[in-house]
């Protein structure tokens, strides 16, 4: 029995329902598939169809989470302001090889070690082995340069995120190797995803 959680964090909103539900939906489907976990699709849609009746009437962050077995845990909590925060490099690089970087799971270590190794910060920029900008350990990563809104392709070692997907389908941003060089040009950072959309970020002196 694996020994982790998939995980997915989803926003729901009075009136609106989930935020990108069918794209968490099918990022799980790929991660089940992926790593054998059973998984009831259909059951996990109708499970959260019953679970926002009971909700408050605020928007909510819903954070499901499927065990290898196919049990399925949901808990609601609130959720936190886009507000700008200053965040640090990471001290150590990621392994772009490493294929828990690109699924969204209960196993965290990498995250976990790079908030550790800079203490008090709210969240952390990665970067990996050949020195490319990833994602931070929270959400994905978008550069401004030069007027384009660039984010790292999957391939640099990042969980491909549903709203990322969601801006790359619409044109908002687009996929580009970013080494670290990138972050003395960048006009704006910016970090994503399907709870918070938008945060813009500054980034501390190392």
């Given at each position: 029995?694996?020994?982790?959680?998939?995980?997915?964090?989803?926003?729901?909103?009075?009136?609106?329902?989930?935020?990108?539900?069918e794209r968490h939906l099918r990022r799980l489907a790929a991660s089940a598939a992926h790593f054998g976990f059973a998984l009831d699709l259909e059951g996990a849609r109708q499970r959260l169809t019953a679970f926002a009746i009971e909700l408050p009437k605020?928007?909510?962050?819903?954070?499901?989470?499927?065990?290898?077995?196919?049990?399925?845990?949901?808990?609601?909590?609130?959720?936190?302001?886009s507000t700008p925060v200053s965040v640090p490099l990471a001290r150590d690089p990621v392994d772009s090889r490493d294929e828990f970087l690109r699924h969204k799971t209960s196993r965290?270590?990498?995250?976990?070690?790079a908030l550790r190794a800079r203490p008090g910060a709210q969240d952390v920029l990665l970067w990996n082995e050949r020195g490319e900008l990833t994602e931070s350990c929270?959400?994905?990563?978008?550069?401004?340069?030069?007027?384009?809104?660039?984010?790292?392709?999957?391939?640099?070692?990042?969980?491909?995120?549903?709203?990322?997907?969601?801006?790359?389908?619409?044109?908002?941003?687009?996929?580009?190797?970013l080494p670290l060089k990138a972050l003395e040009r960048a006009s704006r950072l910016f970090i994503v995803n399907s709870v918070r959309r938008w945060c813009e970020i500054e980034l501390q002196a190392r």
């Open positions: 029995m694996a020994e982790f959680q998939l995980c997915e964090a989803l926003l729901w909103e009075p009136g609106q329902g989930y935020f990108l539900l605020t928007p909510r962050k819903v954070r499901l989470e499927l065990s290898a077995n196919g049990d399925l845990f949901l808990e609601q909590v609130d959720v936190k302001p965290r270590g990498v995250y976990d070690a929270a959400a994905n990563l978008v550069v401004e340069l030069d007027g384009q809104r660039l984010t790292p392709p999957v391939g640099s070692g990042l969980l491909p995120g549903t709203f990322r997907a969601e801006l790359l389908e619409q044109g908002a941003i687009r996929e580009e190797v």
